[in-house]
Protein backbone atom coordinates (compact mmCIF):
# COMPACT_ATOMS: atom_id res chain seq x y z
CA UNK A 1 0.00 0.00 0.00
CA UNK A 2 1.16 3.70 -0.89
CA UNK A 3 -0.19 6.98 0.88
CA UNK A 4 0.30 9.83 -0.87
CA UNK A 5 -0.38 13.28 0.55
CA UNK A 6 0.25 16.43 -2.66
CA UNK A 7 1.28 19.62 -1.48
CA UNK A 8 2.09 22.90 -3.10
CA UNK A 9 -1.44 24.51 -4.65
CA UNK A 10 -2.17 27.45 -3.82
CA UNK A 11 -3.76 31.06 -5.51
CA UNK A 12 -0.85 32.15 -8.42
CA UNK A 13 -1.20 34.86 -10.96
CA UNK A 14 -1.50 34.13 -14.54
CA UNK A 15 2.02 33.65 -16.43
CA UNK A 16 3.32 32.43 -12.67
CA UNK A 17 5.08 29.41 -11.68
CA UNK A 18 4.33 26.69 -9.18
CA UNK A 19 5.77 23.71 -8.07
CA UNK A 20 3.39 20.87 -6.67
CA UNK A 21 5.06 18.14 -4.41
CA UNK A 22 3.63 14.52 -3.87
CA UNK A 23 5.21 12.72 -0.82
CA UNK A 24 5.25 9.04 -0.54
CA UNK A 25 4.93 7.00 2.32
CA UNK A 26 7.29 4.19 1.15
CA UNK A 27 10.30 4.32 -1.46
CA UNK A 28 9.44 5.28 -4.91
CA UNK A 29 11.39 2.62 -6.36
CA UNK A 30 9.30 0.35 -6.47
CA UNK A 31 6.40 1.83 -8.06
CA UNK A 32 6.10 1.75 -11.52
CA UNK A 33 4.91 4.87 -12.41
CA UNK A 34 4.03 7.84 -10.71
CA UNK A 35 1.49 10.48 -12.14
CA UNK A 36 0.12 14.08 -11.87
CA UNK A 37 -4.11 14.56 -12.65
CA UNK A 38 -6.35 17.24 -12.45
CA UNK A 39 -10.02 18.05 -11.80
CA UNK A 40 -11.50 21.08 -12.88
CA UNK A 41 -14.88 22.00 -11.57
CA UNK A 42 -17.42 20.55 -13.91
CA UNK A 43 -15.09 18.29 -15.40
CA UNK A 44 -13.64 15.48 -15.53
CA UNK A 45 -10.18 14.19 -13.76
CA UNK A 46 -7.76 14.26 -16.88
CA UNK A 47 -4.02 13.08 -17.10
CA UNK A 48 -1.62 15.97 -16.88
CA UNK A 49 1.71 13.33 -17.18
CA UNK A 50 3.24 10.97 -16.06
CA UNK A 51 6.74 9.37 -14.78
CA UNK A 52 8.37 6.00 -15.03
CA UNK A 53 10.48 3.94 -12.61
CA UNK A 54 13.13 4.50 -15.46
CA UNK A 55 12.46 8.30 -15.01
CA UNK A 56 10.65 8.62 -18.75
CA UNK A 57 7.91 11.11 -18.67
CA UNK A 58 4.98 11.74 -20.93
CA UNK A 59 2.40 14.77 -20.59
CA UNK A 60 -0.88 16.28 -22.56
CA UNK A 61 -0.64 18.34 -25.12
CA UNK A 62 -2.09 21.13 -23.04
CA UNK A 63 0.46 21.23 -20.54
CA UNK A 64 3.59 20.03 -22.87
CA UNK A 65 6.23 22.87 -22.74
CA UNK A 66 5.38 24.17 -19.82
CA UNK A 67 5.07 21.09 -16.82
CA UNK A 68 7.71 19.34 -16.15
CA UNK A 69 7.47 15.82 -13.93
CA UNK A 70 10.54 14.88 -11.55
CA UNK A 71 11.09 12.69 -8.54
CA UNK A 72 14.07 12.50 -6.11
CA UNK A 73 13.94 8.70 -5.34
CA UNK A 74 16.07 9.19 -1.69
CA UNK A 75 13.56 11.58 -0.61
CA UNK A 76 10.47 9.43 -1.72
CA UNK A 77 9.00 12.44 -3.58
CA UNK A 78 7.23 13.26 -7.04
CA UNK A 79 7.42 17.04 -8.45
CA UNK A 80 5.61 18.81 -11.14
CA UNK A 81 6.99 22.07 -11.79
CA UNK A 82 4.47 24.06 -13.41
CA UNK A 83 5.41 27.54 -15.82
CA UNK A 84 3.95 30.05 -17.61
CA UNK A 85 0.57 29.14 -15.61
CA UNK A 86 -2.78 30.25 -17.35
CA UNK A 87 -6.24 30.25 -15.29
CA UNK A 88 -7.48 26.98 -17.50
CA UNK A 89 -4.65 25.61 -15.37
CA UNK A 90 -6.84 25.97 -12.20
CA UNK A 91 -8.15 22.41 -11.15
CA UNK A 92 -7.30 19.97 -7.99
CA UNK A 93 -4.29 18.17 -8.96
CA UNK A 94 -3.86 14.47 -7.60
CA UNK A 95 -0.76 12.36 -7.74
CA UNK A 96 -1.48 8.86 -8.45
CA UNK A 97 0.98 5.93 -7.89
CA UNK A 98 0.66 2.46 -10.30
CA UNK A 99 1.97 -1.05 -8.99
CA UNK A 100 2.38 -3.66 -11.83
CA UNK A 101 2.14 -6.75 -10.07
CA UNK A 102 -0.17 -10.10 -10.38
CA UNK A 103 -2.71 -7.29 -10.36
CA UNK A 104 -2.49 -3.68 -10.82
CA UNK A 105 -2.63 -1.06 -7.86
CA UNK A 106 -3.41 2.34 -8.15
CA UNK A 107 -3.35 4.84 -5.34
CA UNK A 108 -4.08 8.33 -4.92
CA UNK A 109 -3.80 11.53 -3.10
CA UNK A 110 -6.32 13.94 -1.39
CA UNK A 111 -5.49 16.69 -3.97
CA UNK A 112 -4.20 20.04 -4.08
CA UNK A 113 -6.12 23.13 -5.21
CA UNK A 114 -4.29 25.21 -7.94
CA UNK A 115 -5.81 28.45 -8.94
CA UNK A 116 -4.61 30.67 -11.76
CA UNK A 117 -5.93 34.43 -11.70
CA UNK A 118 -6.33 36.10 -14.85
Known amino acids: QVQLEESGGTLVQAGGSLRLSCAAS????????MAWYRQAPGNQRELVGT???????NYADSVKGRFTISRDNAKNMVYLQMNSLKPEDTAVYYCKATLRRSVLYEYWGQGTQVTVSA
Open 51 to 57: ITDQGRT
Open 26 to 33: RSILSINS
